[in-house]
């Protein structure tokens, strides 16, 4: 069962803007931390950000400055708006939902490309 659905991914120029979209209608979405995470051919999947059930926010280094984490829990939607996107940033993009009793739920993940 889908428990989360990624929207918003696509082909962006270097220095392009995406907004991505995790819906969770099926969970309690207000008691999971949110979290981003993208996967690069060949690479292990990383953690880009968080946001926890009060707002609090942290952002992997790389990725710091250029996005943003948000969440409207009244729409059970998590979004992260991606700024001066760089090639680098190519990647899967995964949501992530995280209980704290120790449940989780995943998305399938929405593509995000970024080249000339």
């Known amino acids: 069962q889908v428990q989360l659905v990624e929207s918003g991914g696509g082909l962006v120029q270097p220095g392009g803007s995406l907004r991505l979209s995790c819906a969770g209608p099926?969970?309690?979405?207000?008691?999971?931390?949110m979290s981003w995470y993208r996967q690069a051919p060949g690479k292990q999947r990383e953690l880009v950000a968080t946001?926890?059930?009060?707002?609090?926010?942290n952002y992997a280094d790389a990725v710091k400055g250029r996005f943003a984490i948000f969440r409207d829990n009244a729409l059970k939607t998590a979004y992260l708006q991606m700024d001066s996107l760089k090639p680098e940033d190519t990647a899967v993009y995964y949501c992530?939902?995280?209980?704290?009793?120790?449940?989780?739920?995943w998305g399938q993940g929405t593509q995000v490309t970024v080249s000339s």
């Open positions: 099926g969970i309690a979405f207000s008691l999971n931390a």
């Open positions: 946001i926890g059930i009060f707002g609090s926010t």
């Open positions: 992530n939902g995280a209980g704290r009793n120790g449940d989780e739920y």
